[in-house]
């Protein structure tokens, strides 16, 4: 999976409760191992679009549903 570094306040991910340090390891079921995965995946959505990420927090999984923003150059 890969880790989130930050998330900004107010943002898609900050709504969803995704925090820094959670590790995602699949979205909409997809299995992300690396950053080119998420890059990938991301290609298929667009603003507006709800997605399910399922991350790794404190030994748990967790699924939440973010539905995606305008990308920007605070959530590139």
Known sequence: GIYVVDVVSGGPADKAGLKAGDRIVSIDNTEV??????GTLMQN???GDTIEITVAR???MQTVNVTLGEK?????
């Open 72 to 76: 920007g150059a605070e959530n590139s």
């Open 45 to 47: 959505h667009k603003a």
């Open 58 to 60: 404190g030994g748990q």
């Open 33 to 38: 191992a690396q950053k080119t995965d998420l």
